[in-house]
């Protein structure tokens, strides 16, 4: 994932664009830039690693190093942004969110007839942004470029440009499956993915651009370049998952969805009589607490937090680039709760299962501290297949996902042909796959949220979300 925030303004606005790229930081630790227009100095950039530290430490000298009517900015869990660059629209800086999937094809198809080149990184692999570049340069207007970019990509491109005028120009991906929202207040305009960042800097929210909308942002006025299209596939991951609690998307906010889908869960265990005898119901923090909040508060069951996450020192474990430094930094964050967790009958909510071993392990943190038993639901159906848009649940092979691999160890291939059948709990398959996964990972009992559970906490139409992973469909 990653996040970005631009700001223009008629008066200096480094320091909106240093605390809105900070609201980001959620969303990404690999790397994060800011770029700057002032009309003296012109464009200026600054890109830090910040895998070991915050993005405001690595930036504490951002105000005494640069300064602007106008920035944009961005945190990254890919590549270093924003670049600078120079071309035939002259110097401008660029940040995108998303992933270029045949980034491969076209970097080869780019060479081939350009006589250009690009700056590689390790391995070769060439700076999705820097390459997002090199396609929007290849037409006469930004306009014209990111369009033709968007059409070539394979994947999702949201972007920001600062021009060497010092005006931003903000683009939504073709497909509206991440959010790019546009604020204002007296002396100018905000672009943000999360919304509460430009709100908690005095910016009223003023606009969401459509599926492939690009606008022009200037301190006085917002122009339309290119109207949005007609499909929207927004990411029903972003109220699930990784959308932060007071943001809002298409109107419905991410944390009044997670305590609609932790009911929906609960009327379902009900209805089925799958709730009795629990003592507790929590979440495995943080994202997938609010999920449980609405389980106990529709079942009636007390919430509790049987463990807490020591957070001070510890970075998010979802970030680290290495499973084995995930697990073990899951492992170093959880502080037992004894008096809430021995002889006791819990029930988790997480947000969802991605590999599982997290998960197992936080398992048998529980029974180790004395539990009698854990029960698990996810608030989303069964991950089968690695995101390709937004990289959330990348993999160098789907067998790395828990549920398809449960599944080709009980059917081998002719399984995948019986996927449907496998994410339905009520299915034989569906029993079945529950209760290999509860064996494997020592749960007492596991269900999963529906799709259709999903979209009705969400409460938008399913052909208007994307849930690739869930079910395949684009």
Known sequence: MGGFFAAVSRRDCLSDAFFGVDYHSHLGTRRAGLAAYDPEAGLQREIHNIENAPFRTKFARIFE???????????????????????????????????????????????????????????????????????????????????????????TACVLILTKDGEVIAARDKAGRLPVHVGRDADGYAVAFESFAYQKLGYEDCYELGPGEIVLLRPDEMISLSPPGGKKRICAFLWSYYGYPTSSYEGVNVEAMRYRNGEIMARADMEAG???????????????????????????????????????????????????????????????????????????????????????????????????????????????????????????????????RVIVELEGEEGLNYLDEYSDGTTERGRKLRATICEKLHFASLEFQTTKGVCEAIGLPECELCTYCWNGKE
């Open 65 to 155: 190093e640069m300064r602007g009517t106008a920035a944009i900015g961005c945190i990254s869990d890919r590549d270093p942004q924003p670049l600078l660059i120079r071309s035939n629209h002259g110097p401008y800086a660029i940040c995108m969110t998303g992933v270029i999937n045949n980034a491969d094809a076209l970097t080869e198809q780019y060479l081939s007839f350009s006589g250009g080149h690009f700056d590689a990184m390790s391995g070769g692999r060439v700076n999705h942004t820097e390459l997002l570049a090199a396609l929007i340069d290849q037409k006469s207007s930004f306009v014209e470029g990111i369009r033709f970019a968007q059409s070539q990509i394979e994947g």
């Open 274 to 404: 799958r709730c009795r005898d629990i003592d507790y119901v929590g979440g495995v923090p943080d994202s997938g607490t609010p999920h449980a909040i609405g389980y106990a508060n529709e079942s009636g069951i007390r919430f509790a937090r049987a463990f807490i996450k020591y957070t001070p020192t510890w970075q998010r474990s979802f970030m680290p680039a290495h499973q084995t430094d995930r697990n073990k930094i899951a492992k170093m964050k959880q502080i037992p709760v004894h008096e809430l967790i021995a002889g006791k009958n819990l029930l988790f909510v997480d947000d969802s299962i991605v590999r599982g071993t997290q998960l197992r392990e936080t398992v048998d943190f529980l029974y180790e501290n004395g539990a009698k038993a854990v029960h698990i639901r996810s608030a989303c159906p069964p991950i089968l297949y690695s995101c390709k848009y937004l990289n959330f649940s990348p993999a160098t092979s789907e067998m790395e996902l828990l549920a398809r």
